[in-house]
Structure formats: structure tokens, C-alpha cells
């Protein structure tokens, strides 16, 4: 067991905007903190739903409900038992499809197409694990700033590919197409990664809103000479970058979460 001093622990702080242009917020958010034995865990998601209306509000209210049943009844067992990677990564693929697997029926039997991205981060026991579908995305804003998470979108393909520069991906007409989205079947197919996370780090997890008009280098830069302990300094940078997201011109709704290690 670890010692008191030995232990991480978490600020943590999330926020989301409608927009002035669209009827309502597809967007859901997670986030969930507990007291374990080897110290605080935290779990954020962040899923953007797609469908218009209540429809893509519902896909991505469906994942959130799905992880947050996972946190509280799966993950006691695995921070008992030792966490292991591979067996993280098992069970959130089994999660992610069955919630594919349970909007797609909805869908069906609506008449209706919907679906989701879904970003997932944990950090746990001295490590950070996480999942992405679609394309929402995961940051870490220190020790060095790096986007953890790639775009399962079609543009992001083309230029792992060489067909398309960077700079073209970003103005492209097919840049929003999804390559993996849940809901939509036949087979989710999530991308996994894993590390060791410390003190002093700074995660982001949030939404194609949040991400089209601030880069992680002008997150991160918001961030220093701030105590990043206190959850009210978290909200208060997540509230600032979402106002300048809006002055930018972003048209979709917007949404993050910010967690800091100490």
C-alpha cells in the first residue's frame, strides 16, 4: 500500500457551450473522481454526438451513462486486482461495443442515423490510460506538450498516407468525415494508449469545438504562473479558451475537461 505522501491527487474542471449557432448542446461530458487505496483516481470523457436535434445528444449521453456504470462497478475490482493495461483496454472495447451495439438499435428502430466520438482518459495508480474514437481528442499541456490521441478521420488517413499536406487536411471539404464513429457499426474499432503519468502534468480531453480554434501550445501556454490546484483556476482557463473559440468564428458546440496531478 502506498503511503500518504506517495499518493496522486487530482484538480479537475470541465466546460461546455452550446454556441450561438446550433439549437442545442450534442456534446456529454464525464467526469468522475474517487479515493482508492494507491490514491485518487479520475476518469474524463468527452463525446460529441452527431445526428442533429436530440439525436446525437442521446449517442453521446448513451456512452457517458456506459462509462460511468464502468467506473463504478468495474474499475473498484481492477485497482484491487492491480491495474493492467491490456485488460483496461478489453473491457472498454467491450464497453464501447455494447453502446454501439445499443445505439445502432435505437437508431434502427427509429428510423434515424446517429452515433458519437468518444474520448476517454484514466489516470490511476502512478499511470494515465486512455481511448479514442472518432474525433475528439486527448492533450497532455506539460512534460513536453504532445496530442496523445490521432483523428480517426478521413482527412488525418490521407495524410498519414502523403495524399494530403497538413495544411490541406485543414480546409478540406471531406475534413469532418469520421473513419470510426459508435453507433454506426458494423465493428467499433477504438485506438488505445497508455503512461506513466507524475506529478505536475496537465491533461485535456475535449471536443473538435474546443480543438478547431485553440492549440495545444496556446492551452498550455494559458497555463503557466497559474496555481493548478485549485479547481476554481481550471474552470476559469476552460471558460476563457471557450470565449476565444467563440470570437474565432466556431460554430459547433464546445467542450473540455482539465485535470491536473499533484
Known amino acids: 500500500?502506498?503511503?500518504?505522501?506517495?499518493?496522486?491527487?487530482?484538480?479537475a474542471a470541465l466546460?461546455?457551450?452550446?454556441?450561438?449557432?446550433?439549437?442545442?448542446?450534442e456534446d456529454s461530458m464525464l467526469l468522475m473522481q474517487a479515493d482508492s487505496s494507491c490514491g485518487?483516481?479520475?476518469?474524463?470523457?468527452?463525446c460529441d454526438g452527431m445526428g442533429g436535434l436530440e439525436r446525437g445528444e442521446a449517442a453521446s449521453a448513451a456512452v457517458v451513462r456506459t462509462m460511468r456504470d464502468w467506473f463504478a462497478e468495474r474499475l473498484p475490482g481492477l485497482l484491487?486486482?492491480?491495474l493492467e493495461g491490456q485488460e483496461i483496454r478489453r473491457q472498454w472495447r467491450e464497453a464501447a461495443?455494447?453502446?454501439?451495439?445499443?445505439?445502432?438499435?435505437y437508431g434502427h428502430r427509429n428510423g434515424i442515423e446517429l452515433g458519437t466520438t468518444c474520448a476517454l482518459l484514466l489516470i490511476a495508480a502512478g499511470h494515465?490510460?486512455?481511448m479514442n474514437i472518432g474525433d475528439s481528442r486527448i492533450y497532455r499541456l506539460s512534460d513536453p506538450v504532445?496530442?496523445?490521441?490521432?483523428?480517426?478521420?478521413?482527412?488525418?488517413?490521407?495524410?498519414?498516407?502523403?495524399?494530403?499536406?497538413?495544411?490541406?487536411?485543414?480546409?478540406?471539404?471531406?475534413?469532418?468525415?469520421?473513419?470510426?464513429?459508435?453507433?454506426?457499426?458494423?465493428?467499433?474499432?477504438p485506438d488505445f494508449g497508455e503512461g506513466e503519468a507524475a506529478r505536475g502534468q496537465v491533461f485535456l480531453v475535449c471536443s473538435d469545438g474546443f480543438w478547431h480554434e485553440?492549440?495545444?501550445?496556446e492551452a498550455a501556454l494559458r497555463l503557466r504562473s497559474r496555481d493548478l490546484t485549485r479547481t476554481e483556476v481550471l474552470e476559469g482557463i476552460l471558460s476563457d479558451l471557450s470565449a476565444v473559440c467563440l470570437e474565432r468564428g466556431e460554430r459547433d458546440n464546445i467542450s473540455a475537461i482539465l485535470i491536473s496531478t499533484a
Request: glycine content about 6%; overall charge negative.
Open 80 to 82: 484491487a486486482g492491480g
Open 40 to 46: 485518487q483516481v479520475v476518469m474524463a470523457c468527452v
Open 214 to 217: 485553440v492549440t495545444e501550445e
Open 146 to 189: 504532445c496530442r496523445l490521441t490521432a483523428d480517426q478521420t478521413w482527412v488525418r488517413r490521407e495524410v498519414e498516407l502523403g495524399h494530403l499536406t497538413e495544411r490541406e487536411a485543414v480546409v478540406h471539404p471531406r475534413r469532418n468525415m469520421l473513419l470510426q464513429c459508435i453507433g454506426t457499426g458494423p465493428a467499433v474499432r
Open 128 to 130: 494515465y490510460f486512455w
Open 97 to 105: 461495443a455494447c453502446a454501439d451495439r445499443m445505439i445502432a438499435a
Open 15 to 25: 466546460h461546455t457551450e452550446t454556441g450561438p449557432y446550433r439549437e442545442k448542446n
Open 1 to 11: 500500500m502506498l503511503r500518504e505522501e506517495e499518493k496522486m491527487h487530482f484538480a
